[in-house]
């Protein structure tokens, strides 16, 4: 079945930029069915959904996050990435990458990946 | 944004009885074009990224044990497990895609 891995630094310095890339395995980046997207988790908290893109590269940003995040998509690599720009101690979470079934729920997520913003 | 509130914060039910979880959307998340209430649930054990359960509100996910099962319209949904068992201690979500903006609720955590 198709696996999701997230990776990338886990620790970040203050105003500075996280960065984190999504390996999509056993399966194709490439479909209309399918989108792809970020959701982060505060420790102890609640989902909140970042962004999400298409392998053609249509995005679509939480408004309360879109100054500062960037998602892209490598279809050669199957890959798509999180860039999110002047980071504070808020912005600390678990990051997962997820599929979205038809743009709309999301039916397979990676495991997550713990990002603490600190200096 | 819709604001998506759950209710209660956390409850405790006995193993084989019935737990009931409720999701309430600050404006209603049905599509009249194709008749589906655009909200989903999702299952969260710790250390563990969420399982999605239930999506059109109502449609089990492959694999999810027939004991889950989603209901309601509208603004107004239930996320019912009919005899709770060991494994289903975690914390359940809902999640509404109607909007370009998606939002989760607070999260319910379920314990024995």
């Known amino acids: 079945q198709l696996q999701l891995q997230e990776s990338g630094p886990g620790l970040v310095k203050p105003s500075e930029t996280l960065s984190l890339t999504c390996t999509v395995s056993?399966?194709?980046?490439?479909?209309?069915?399918?989108?792809w997207g970020w959701i982060r988790q505060p420790p102890g908290k609640g989902l909140e959904w970042i962004g999400t893109?298409?392998?053609?590269?249509?995005?679509y940003y939480n408004p309360s996050l879109k100054s500062r995040v960037i998602i892209s998509v490598d279809t050669s690599k199957n890959q798509f990435s999180l860039n999110m720009r002047s980071v504070t101690a808020a912005d600390t979470a678990v990051f997962y990458c997820?599929?979205?079934?038809?743009?709309?729920?999301?039916?397979?997520w990676g495991r997550g990946t713990l990002v603490t913003v600190s200096s | 944004d819709i604001v998506m509130t759950q209710s209660p914060d956390s409850l405790a039910v006995s193993l084989g009885e019935r737990a009931t979880i409720n999701c309430k959307s600050s404006q209603s998340v049905f599509h009249s074009s194709n008749n589906k209430n655009y909200l989903a649930w999702y299952q969260q054990k710790p250390g563990q990224p969420p399982k999605l359960l239930i999506y059109?509100?109502?449609t089990r996910e492959s694999g999810v044990p027939d004991r889950f099962s989603g209901s309601g319209s509208g603004t107004d949904f239930t996320l019912t497990i009919g005899s709770l068992q060991a494994e289903d201690v975690a914390v359940y979500y809902c999640?509404?895609?109607?909007?370009?903006?998606?939002?989760f609720g607070q999260g319910t955590k379920l314990e024995i």
């Open positions: 997820a599929r979205l079934r038809w743009h709309g729920y999301f039916d397979l």
């Open positions: 056993d399966g194709s980046i490439n479909s209309s069915t399918y989108y």
């Open positions: 059109w509100a109502s």
């Open positions: 893109i298409h392998s053609g590269g249509s995005t």
């Open positions: 999640h509404q895609y109607y909007s370009s903006t998606q939002t």
